[in-house]
């Protein structure tokens, strides 16, 4: 091993350079990012939504003259730290209520952000339970928007595996009724290369009109 370890430094030697994003976006060769926030309740509703919860309520009546829910309540309503306030409302941003005013906001403000149909976006999620949670909201809601779901496949003996292999399926099977395709789940890395020509306009996809384009992903 010691041997080895000289060998690789004797051909390599030490790294004369590096060159990252933090390089690449100001030289022009990298695309940057455009980056800004987006809320879908504002201030005040989140707020309220976090004291509610630590008063144990659901609305202010059901304080009444409970001192102690209504110091629960007031703590949050008069905290000046909003950032303490966002961290304690973590919980709620995993809630099908978020995702649906995430959904809401998205289909909203489409029709400007995308020029009316001519780009398309990619909603990147927390992990892949939250992303089938968008995806059923999406189908659900808004089924005139073509919506793909693309993820790690691999199925093992966790606890939500059935759950996960369930909407492998479920995609796959929307996807081929949609455009026409075949895929099934033993080629789904086949799947996966199709939905990002398809995203990207690239062959046999460079031409296609609207209703054969994704909306989403």
Not at 86 to 96: G, I, N, R
Not at 158 to 181: C, H, P, Q, S, V
Request: charged share 30%; proline share 2%.
């Amino acid at each position: 091993n010691a041997k080895k370890e000289i060998t690789t430094e004797v051909i390599f030697g030490d790294m004369l350079h590096k060159y990252t994003l933090g390089n690449g976006i100001p030289d022009g060769n990298v695309l940057g990012f455009d980056l800004k926030r987006e809320d879908d309740m504002t201030e005040y509703e989140l707020r309220e939504m976090v004291a509610f919860h630590e008063a144990e309520v659901d609305t202010v009546e059901q304080i009444g003259d409970d001192s102690e829910k209504k110091a629960k309540y007031d703590a949050v309503m008069n905290d000046w730290d909003i950032l303490k306030v966002e961290d304690k409302a973590k919980s709620f941003y995993q809630c099908k209520e978020h995702h649906t005013a995430v959904a809401n906001k998205i289909v909203a403000e489409r029709p400007v952000l995308s020029m009316n149909g001519k780009f398309h976006a990619i909603l990147a999620t927390k992990n892949i339970p939250e992303a089938i949670e968008y995806y059923r909201i999406f189908k659900t809601r808004f089924p005139e928007y073509h919506v793909a779901t693309v993820f790690d496949d691999s199925i093992d003996n966790e606890e939500r595996a059935i759950y996960k292999e369930d909407a492998i399926l479920e995609m796959l099977e929307d996807y081929n009724n949609t455009f026409g395709t075949s895929f099934q789940q033993s080629t789904y890395a086949k799947y996966k290369k199709d939905v990002a020509k398809r995203l990207a306009h690239k062959a046999p996809y460079a031409h296609i009109d609207q209703d054969h384009q994704l909306d989403l992903l």
